[in-house]
């Protein structure tokens, strides 16, 4: 079992940044790819950026440019970096890792941004 703990989440203005973390432990060793979802009350959670082991990363377009993933394999954290941050981006962010067929949820972090 791999655990994963969120932090950063809060509230800040439009333009403003944010940066939020996710430890993992337990079972943590050779995990595979780890990510940041969102989710907003009634929608979907939805994809905002992931990292490969390999050190490879993707974005949803609505965050290319104004955000940031990063991973610290030696410490099993992984980071999102939030700049230029917008009312629309406003949502739960949960962190995820998969570990072979077995994948992991955060409980989840609140981020507001008013305008």
């Known amino acids: 079992q791999v655990q994963l703990v969120e932090s950063g989440g809060g509230l800040v203005q439009a333009g403003g940044s944010l940066r939020l973390s996710c430890a993992a432990s337990?079972?943590?060793?050779?995990?595979?790819?780890m990510a940041w979802y969102r989710q907003v009350p009634g929608n979907q959670r939805v994809l905002v950026a992931h990292?490969?082991?390999?050190?490879?990363?993707q974005y949803t377009d609505s965050v290319k440019g104004r955000f940031i993933i990063s991973r610290d394999s030696a410490q099993n954290t992984v980071h999102l970096q939030m700049n230029s941050l917008k009312p629309e981006d406003t949502a739960v962010y949960f962190c995820?890792?998969?570990?072979?067929?077995?994948?992991?949820w955060g409980q989840g972090t609140q981020v507001t941004v008013s305008s």
């Open positions: 995820n890792a998969v570990k072979g067929a077995d994948s992991f």
């Open positions: 990292i490969m082991r390999g050190g490879s990363l």
């Open positions: 337990g079972s943590a060793g050779n995990i595979d790819y």
